[in-house]
């Protein structure tokens, strides 16, 4: 192996422009460390953001970025005894604490890392890995959604939104999307039983027409606005929403005290448990890894403009980067 990999550098911060390809020194591999050849990556909001400057305080320039792996081990320290040479794995890099996944190689702690489930590939296993994460985080750990409960997620079609339909149906729940009329089958297929168009309808009224003015016990929120406040509107008493978005202007969650609900913020931490989790419900086929669009490592910028154009742009679930090969498959408008 030699010393110098290709990866996709951020040396500012800016717009679709701000990354370039450079060779860059494979990071030395530690005592409880596995370094991987990357197969594929996949872009998340997270990721734009951190380009845009939204977190320029974490994250020193240049810096390598990205949050999605699956590849397969390539060396692994002195006191790793989880894996081998060969293993086929995926993970979530450590968010602000170190190079990230846009590169040939990449080095992890291995309490991170979780082999990769047999049935899909190495594209929609880096797809899986932090939105996986953040779901489970969100539905299971916080909201704790039960058996027979009624969900509203925000953005069905989009990349969280995606694998929160199906999660959310293999728990057993009732699930109501909003997505826009076009993606209206597309998210039944993935499990939603009601769908609202929140391109014409209010989903304040469409929610206590569905649940006969119940309303619905979990309200998971990816799409930010003023979400936090409305949602409170369609909430069963003593509800929860948990939300995956910042908080970009003070709401008033007035309605939320008189519902006695529970308000739940998620900035996903990693780790092996929730990964085998997902692994397992992939592997019985109750979670498949939707991909939208797929782009070399090379047009890691066209990926993002991609991704912040989301639905618009036709885009349904993640924007996969194929890092070992040169495929190009984008959606069609819709």
Known sequence: MTNT?????????GGFDAFEMLDVTVPV????QVRVRVHATAINPLDYQIRRGDYADYVPLPAIIGHDVSGVVEEKGAY?????????????????GGPGSYAEQHVADVELVARKPRNISHLEAASLTLVG?????A?????????????LIHGGAGGVGTVAIQLAKSMGARVITTARRSNHKFVRSLGADEVIDHTADDYVSAVAELTRGQGVNVVFDTI?????????????????????????????????????????????????GKL????????RGLIKPVIG???????????????????????????????VGQTVELPTPR
């Open 80 to 96: 790793v005894s989880e894996f081998d040479i060969g293993d086929e794995v995926y993970y979530t890099p450590k968010i602000f």
């Open 29 to 32: 591999v530690g005592p409880r």
């Open 276 to 283: 085998d989790a997902l692994t397992n419900l992939v592997e």
């Open 224 to 272: 930010g606005g003023d979400t936090l406040t409305r949602s409170a509107l369609a909430l069963a008493d003593a509800g929860r929403v948990v939300s995956i978005v910042d908080i970009a202007q003070p709401q008033n969650l007035i309605e939320a005290w008189g519902k006695n609900a529970a308000y739940h913020f998620v900035f996903t931490r990693q780790n092996r």
């Open 139 to 151: 539905l299971v750990s916080r909201a704790q959604l039960a058996v027979h409960e009624t969900i």
């Open 133 to 137: 994460g953040t779901v489970w985080e």
């Open 5 to 13: 990999m290709k990866a996709i550098v951020l040396s500012k911060f």
């Open 293 to 323: 669009a797929v782009l070399p490592l090379a047009r890691v910028g066209e990926a993002h403009e991609l991704l912040e154009g989301g639905s618009a742009r036709g885009l349904r679930g993640k924007a996969a980067i194929d890092v």
